[in-house]
């Protein structure tokens, strides 16, 4: 009897990986998720199962896949940090490159059906008008956009090749967390402003730095397309369905088409939590583009993607509201090294939460 098939979600331990699987819990499908746990936390992934190794291990993703019938994959497990990828950008070619390489041929021998990429902004560089489209010249200028850029390469050539249908969804500025509280965004040393700014707000560093407030916008600081976190994972699960109902490859931008400045940030984060924002103005970053918003019709259009969380103010709340949470322990997640009970990999008797597969542990 064939088994139920299975989505794969490599990364599901971090911050967008997540809540996608949050999300796909909730819409009643079978998830199990790969993630070496190195930028991700167990405690984040609720009601799916964790194995814990790497992605690029070909012979354990070839084992998950053929054990648990997957016929989905959705990648998140990457390195994502910009200034770490230029100090160090071998790391980032070999974890976000090479192993999306070794991903990929477990998934040829496999035969898997679909694959949902997690790419980025990044692709574009410095757009000249600040505004990207799937079509805008591909020029990034950092080792991260290149790897995920090489990735998407990769992708494009295995399913031209008959390899899986595919959505490359290229997200812009990610942020704030799940609207009920239960998960969000735990990075430590974290470098997304949102998030940095309510760790300043909350005294969990002495202050924000604004690199360039002498840019050609409004107010003189950094423009970007912020997308809430529940809205971006919402793009997965519409992809996800766009390419069950036999939808053709394609790469879309994820973001709202329009953007808030760095100030504009501040003062959403400054108002959620009471009292402004701690900051100090600092000279610009080499690379930083002043403006960088997403042309965002075609994801609407082809995925019927619809925002419900397009408020700044409900960024900022659902983030502040997470850092104020991060100071509560976690409930510890047991690691299982031993067979489970049902021959599904199931154990009745153990919270899904708490269901941990160590890298040396059967899944039968």
């Not at 997540?18 to 998830?31: F, I, K, P, T, W």
């Amino acid at each position: 009897m064939r088994k139920q098939s299975t989505i794969l979600v490599t990364g599901g331990a971090g911050y967008i990986g997540s809540h996608v699987v949050l999300q796909l819990v909730e819409a009643g499908e079978r998830v199990i998720v790969l993630d070496d746990l190195s930028t991700g936390f167990r405690d984040a992934v609720i009601g799916a199962d964790l194995v814990v190794g790497d992605v690029g291990d070909i012979a354990l993703v070839s084992r998950l896949l053929r054990e648990h019938a997957c016929d989905t994959v959705m990648h998140f497990a990457a390195r994502t940090i910009v200034p770490e990828s230029v100090a160090d950008p071998l790391r980032y070619y070999g974890n976000n490159t090479c192993a999306t390489r070794n991903l990929l041929a477990a998934c040829a021998q496999a035969r898997v059906q679909s694959f949902v990429f997690s790419s980025t902004a990044a692709v574009y560089g410095t757009p000249p008008d600040g505004k990207a489209s799937e079509d805008s010249p591909l020029a990034p200028i950092n080792p991260y956009g290149r790897s995920k850029l090489m990735s998407e390469w990769m992708l494009r050539d295995l399913g031209q090749a008959g390899g899986p249908r595919y959505v490359a969804l290229r997200y812009f500025n990610v942020a704030g967390c799940d609207p009920a509280g239960r998960i969000g965004q735990s990075t430590k040393n974290a470098t997304l402003l949102v998030k940095v700014a309510c760790e300043a707000a909350l005294g969990k560093r002495p202050q924000l730095s604004i690199f360039g407030t002498d840019y050609d916008t409004p107010d003189g600081t950094g423009v970007r397309d912020y997308i809430h976190v529940a809205d971006l994972a919402r793009a997965h699960l519409d992809a996800l369905a766009y390419l069950r109902d036999g939808g053709d490859s394609t790469t879309l931008n994820c973001g709202y088409g329009h953007g808030y400045s760095v100030r504009e940030v501040l003062d959403a984060v400054g108002r959620a939590n009471g009292e402004p924002v701690p900051c100090v103005e600092r000279a610009r970053r080499p690379g930083d583009p002043s403006t960088l918003i997403a042309e965002a019709r075609r994801i609407r259009r082809t995925l019927g993607w619809q925002p419900r969380h397009d408020d700044l103010a409900f960024i900022a709340r659902t983030a502040l509201a997470w850092e104020r949470k991060l100071g509560q322990p976690f409930e510890s997640a047991e690691v299982i090294r031993s067979v489970p009970t049902r021959r599904d990999g199931f154990d009745p008797a153990m919270p899904p939460r708490n269901r941990v597969y160590a890298p040396g542990a059967s899944l039968r």
